[in-house]
């Protein structure tokens, strides 16, 4: 029976894993608590192929208790009586270790169903989610569990496996492997940081170039097309959607172009050319705003043009959008500004509206009074002093030039008119 080469490596001792030093190295907490062999209810976080599983296979044989797995994605709350039934059994005798894959698709209800059982200590849980647990994990559950972060691997730790699962192919079927340089090196940059997707490429990679010699040679060309594109981490609806769009839009906030370009390709490259088009229109207000007014309608001009054109030509107008922001000069004085008014509006200082400005045909009602609206154009300048905010506001200040050319500009225009 076909057995997966990444199942057939799967680690079975904590340094065999590679990578994240940070919670299972020497000392390190996680180890601490997995050697104690007392295993509290926990959460695995970080992307596929970074030692989730593996983790909790290993907790699983230092423990004396029965290991039952269900993934969420394919299991409800019929499997999870069913675990529950097995509790003070001979068949579970000191409890239940769970282990639960993707938790993140179990529903409130899925998840509560566990809460009595994780609480008196039957069932201890140790789930795995892709996802921020604090976004899809429910309170009861995290108030109960201890969260542990597994990092993206880098491609220095991912070529350690390459390089094992090579041998390891060697030995079961005793043939020489001979790598062109630069062969390992590609497949664990390529993979994203997902160890499964880099041995996955190994096995492909070995199966294509396998055949009655006792000698297999691999190659850059060909490595370089078992791996093409695998490097992407994306998930429209996931974590890796909004980290990047995030990041876009702090590198065009933080006026750093290179970091700009670099989001706006890892976007365009998984096809979302719609959330790359959302956040630069919004950058075009947010961050660069009445530094440089301007930036609005050209980003817009451009993201129309990239919509009409598709992909792979939209890339060029988005690519100068993305430029010109980033390189634009800041301000934030409009965002400032309307956050203010929404909070006063929120807590509900309104008051009434000067009667200047009401509008004009409450002067046709029974109740005849003078509006004495004074129309700014038909004083000098186009503007005349007279009160517009209610009087519970009258004395707000909500916006503050910005300290760039174009907003010290109109500070000192208006400062010049309103005789300051």
């Known amino acids: 029976m076909y057995r997966p080469l990444a199942d057939e490596l799967r680690p079975t001792a904590l340094d065999e894993i590679v990578g994240q030093a940070e919670i299972l190295g020497e000392n390190s907490m996680l180890r601490r608590i997995i050697y104690s062999k007392q295993i509290p209810n926990m959460i695995f976080y970080g992307p596929s192929g970074t030692g989730k599983t593996t983790v909790a296979s290993i907790i699983a044989e230092k423990t004396n208790r029965a290991l039952r797995r269900l993934n969420a994605t394919t299991s409800g709350i019929a499997d999870i009586k069913a675990i529950i039934d097995e509790l003070d059994t001979l068949m579970a005798p000191e409890g239940v270790l769970l282990y639960l894959d993707e938790i993140q698709y179990f529903n409130k209800k899925q998840q509560q169903s566990l809460l009595e059982f994780i609480e008196n200590g039957k069932i201890t849980l140790i789930a795995s989610t892709t996802e921020n647990p604090y976004f ?185 959008a993305v430029i010109l922001l980033a390189t634009s000069p800041k301000s934030n004085s409009g965002v400032t500004a309307i956050d203010k008014a929404i909070a006063d509006v929120r807590a509900g200082k309104v008051g009434s509206i000067p009667r200047e400005l009401q509008n004009v045909h409450a002067d046709s009602t029974e109740h005849k009074r003078e509006q004495n609206y004074k129309y700014p154009h038909s004083f000098p300048n186009h503007w005349v002093k007279q009160q517009y905010l209610p009087d519970e506001l009258k004395n707000v200040s909500y916006y503050k030039y910005g300290d760039n050319k174009t907003e010290q500009a109109a500070k000192a225009y208006w400062d010049l008119i309103k005789g300051k």
């Open 136 to 320: 899809y994990v429910f309170n009861a559950i995290l108030s109960r569990s201890t969260i542990f972060e597994f990092k993206q691997l880098d491609a220095a730790d991912v070529e350690k496996a390459v390089v094992r699962a090579l041998a390891f192919l060697e030995k079961r079927d005793m043939v020489k492997i001979v790598c062109e340089d630069g062969v390992t090196a590609h497949i664990a940059q390529s993979c994203g940081g997902d160890v499964r997707k880099a041995i996955n490429a190994v096995e492909l990679l070995y199966s294509a170039c396998k055949g009655a010699q006792s000698t297999v040679n691999l190659t850059l060309s060909d490595a370089q097309q078992v791996s093409q594109k695998s490097s992407m981490r994306y998930d429209r609806e996931g974590d890796a959607h909004f980290d990047i769009v995030s990041a876009l839009m702090k590198s065009l906030r933080g006026s750093d172009v290179e970091a700009s370009l670099h989001y706006l390709a890892r976007l365009l490259e998984a096809g979302d050319l719609i959330g790359a088009c959302r956040r630069i229109l919004c950058s075009a207000s947010e961050d660069i705003g009445l530094a440089y007014p301007m930036a609005v309608p050209i980003v817009k001009a451009c993201v129309d043009s990239a919509l009409q054109l598709g992909l792979p030509e939209g890339r060029l107008p988005l690519a100068e």
